[in-house]
């Protein structure tokens, strides 16, 4: 059976690029054909490995998304920092219903114990956007290449799509929103926003 999977994460800008403390690399990827190529053809669909001109922006945006659009599931490198793009990437997936894994080992960039944020002391922080756009969260490359072993295809009832960005709304609005002085206030006389949260139920 083939498997696609596409990589998401940081790219090296050049050789002397250390802006960022994690990348794919062919190790990781020796990983996941391991563990993974005794069940599966694997087919890895990596954003870093290309060779189109990267001067066009739309073409490579849209080469990036014509991946995961492909894919059967994407990895994210969330083991310390990360751009834009992985975020972007993320949600993509999720408006077409495919399966996310991120790789965000705990007391790391988005998975931190004993954290102060804004003011708040929690035992327990995971990054919201890392949390909300993935399905599961595994610590290392080897533990999801063995998570997908176990567990491919998942269970599509487990799986987020598009319903749950209108869905994770509503459950603020529903728990949060009156304890949230600041956006309370913003919207109580505001029409307009409140015209908007009621149109959030016609998605769901």
Avoid: C
């Avoid at 669909?45 to 994407?74: E, H, M, W």
């Avoid at 102060?116 to 490359?141: A, C, N, T």
């Avoid at 749950?164 to 009156?178: F, G, I, R, W």
Wanted: proline share 3%; no cysteine.
């Amino acid at each position: 059976m083939n498997l696609k999977i596409y990589l998401s994460g940081s790219i090296k800008k050049g050789d002397k690029d250390e802006s960022k403390k994690s990348y794919w690399t062919d190790n990781d990827i020796s990983i996941l054909r391991k563990v993974l190529s005794p069940r599966y053809d694997l087919t890895i669909l990596n954003p870093a490995v290309r060779s189109d001109d990267l001067s066009d922006f739309k073409s490579t945006f849209g080469r990036d998304l014509l991946q995961v659009f492909a894919s059967d599931l994407i990895i994210v490198d969330a083991r310390d920092k990360k751009g834009l793009g992985i975020g972007s990437e993320m949600t993509f997936a999720k408006a077409n219903g495919i399966p996310v894994i991120s790789v965000t080992p705990k007391n790391s960039q988005y998975n931190r114990t004993n954290f102060e944020y804004l003011g708040q002391k929690m035992d327990k922080w995971i990054h919201p956007f890392i949390g909300g756009l993935s399905d599961y969260m595994l610590e290392s490359v080897e533990d999801a290449a063995k998570f997908i072993l176990n567990n491919f295809p998942f269970n599509k009832s487990e799986i987020k799509n598009v319903d749950y960005l209108y869905e994770a709304m509503q459950y603020y609005v529903d728990t949060q929103l009156k304890a949230d002085v600041e956006m309370y206030n913003l919207v109580k006389d505001d029409v307009t926003i409140n015209e908007r949260i009621g149109k959030i139920k016609e998605f769901l």
